[in-house]
């Protein structure tokens, strides 16, 4: 089993900084993709930011030059700092861990999800 534990986030004023974390602990082989998703009321969850083993990262044009992702793999850990927050960044965040699970001779991979965290920046 593979969990996945966020942390951080909280209300901020426009133009304030938060960083979140999402830790993923269980019993798996690595990880290959981590991200970091959004959910504004009323709208479907949209990717923020993703990054993978090697540290190739991607973001969605809204928070680019704003937000930025990280990662550790020794603590399996991936980090998103998110500076000159808007109102429109209002949401609740989630992080995603594509787990690979091997068994034998059988390689799988698994997509984990975070338990979200609200995100709130007042104008």
């Known amino acids: 089993q593979v969990q996945l534990v966020q942390s951080g986030g909280g209300s901020v004023q426009a133009g304030g900084s938060l960083r979140l974390s999402c830790a993923a602990s269980?019993?798996?082989?690595?990880?290959?993709?981590m991200g970091w998703y959004r959910q504004a009321p009323g709208k479907q969850r949209e990717l923020v930011a993703r990054i993978i083993s090697g540290g190739s990262t991607n973001y969605a044009d809204s928070v680019k030059g704003r937000f930025t992702i990280s990662r550790d793999n020794a603590k399996n850990t991936a980090y998103l700092q998110m500076n000159s927050l808007k109102p429109e960044d209002t949401a609740v965040y989630y992080c995603?861990?594509?787990?690979?699970?091997?068994?034998?001779?059988?390689?799988?991979?698994?997509?984990?999800w975070g338990q979200g965290t609200q995100v709130t920046v007042s104008s």
């Open positions: 995603s861990a594509d787990v690979v699970v091997i068994v034998t001779t059988i390689v799988e991979e698994w997509t984990y």
């Open positions: 269980g019993r798996f082989s690595s990880i290959d993709v």
